[in-house]
């Protein structure tokens, strides 16, 4: 089986291209920076260290990426890695490893990227709603639920 789940920042906003003829179709390619779960120790200081991952999108999802991913816009990817080779025009033979997108979705909140300008670190909280009866949406894209409400809630 093969099949690849990521989750990191775009280093780069995506490489848009379209193919010409009788399918004419788009693709996407961009860079995901991926968090690695340890942390790299030179000289006594812990370093964060990231893989830099090529993505490539055909189709609707190349469209999507198109229209709504920018640098540091943190997402989920799920695919497949394809690796494959050519010879450059040095005669170098170059091998290549893409994941070729099946499916993206942002994993953070709109709110969450724009108050963090390049949205990275912590979250911001909204101010309270004006209407007490009225529920506010906390930084995290989650709704708060207001108190006494639990007997008109279809479920328990």
């Known amino acids: 089986m093969n099949k690849v789940i990521l989750m990191g920042r775009l280093t780069r906003d995506p490489d848009i ?3 010409t003829g009788e399918n004419a179709s788009s693709f996407a390619r961009y860079t ?7 942390t790299r120790r030179d000289g006594g200081d ?3 260290t990231a893989d830099f991952i090529s993505c490539v999108a055909f189709g609707k999802s190349a ?3 198109e229209k709504y991913l920018r640098q540091g816009t943190k997402i989920v990817v799920t695919g497949r890695i394809q690796t494959g080779s050519y010879t450059n025009r040095d005669g170098q033979k170059v091998y290549t490893t893409d994941v070729v997108v099946e499916d993206q979705e942002f994993a ?3 709110s969450a990227a724009a108050g ?3 949205g990275m670190g912590t979250q911001s909280a909204r101010p309270a709603a ?3 009866g009225q529920a506010s ?3 995290d894209g989650f709704m708060n639920i207001p108190e006494g409400i639990d007997e008109e809630l279809p479920f328990n």
């Open 46 to 48: 812990s370093q964060q």
């Open 130 to 132: 004006a209407n007490p």
């Open 137 to 139: 949406a906390p930084g």
């Open 63 to 65: 469209e999507f990426a």
């Open 32 to 38: 995901l920076a991926v968090d690695r779960r340890f």
């Open 116 to 118: 963090n300008g390049s």
């Open 17 to 19: 291209r379209y193919s």
């Open 108 to 110: 953070e909140s709109k």
